[in-house]
């Protein structure tokens, strides 16, 4: 009797096919979601920057009365789910005892989020020269 079907080689080799193109699929979608998800902080980031370059024309310093940052206008980056992809701050430098108020920069720090790729933290000075970290600071 001839067999007209797969065999089991044939059959095993072709999941392992099967597989590997969808774990390389997996893996190139989650580095896009990751390069989307930078760029949209960076996009926040820069509106932070603008406003605050508002506020110094306003105000001709960076801090408030009080000697606080004022609050940015973005301060976190979501997903369509909202569930928080990126919390955007000022940074705090290793000088910060000097309160050096004439410089500032800005830091996105990734929070982790389920089946979502997780992405290093994003710094921004005030000229908006953009660093990638894998601190939570900028220093």
Not at 47 to 69: C, L, P, T
Request: aromatic letters at 12%; glycine letters at 8%.
């Amino acid at each position: 009797m001839k067999n007209k079907g797969l065999s089991f080689l044939g059959l095993l080799i072709i999941v392992v096919l099967v597989a590997g193109v969808y774990y390389g699929w997996q893996f190139g979608y989650q580095k896009v979601v990751n390069l989307v998800n930078q760029r949209q902080a960076i996009g926040f980031m820069k509106e932070d920057i603008a406003y605050m370059d508002s506020f110094y024309k306003q105000h001709g310093r960076y801090v408030n009365e009080d000697g606080n940052w004022p609050v940015l206008p973005k301060t976190s980056l979501k997903n369509s789910d909202s569930t928080i992809i990126y919390d955007i701050s000022f940074a705090e430098h290793l000088d910060i005892l000097s309160q050096d108020y004439s410089r500032y920069s800005l830091i996105a720090v990734p929070t982790p989020v389920p089946n979502q790729p997780q992405g290093d933290s994003i710094c921004m000075n005030q000229d908006g020269s953009v660093k990638y970290t894998k601190l939570t600071t900028c220093d």
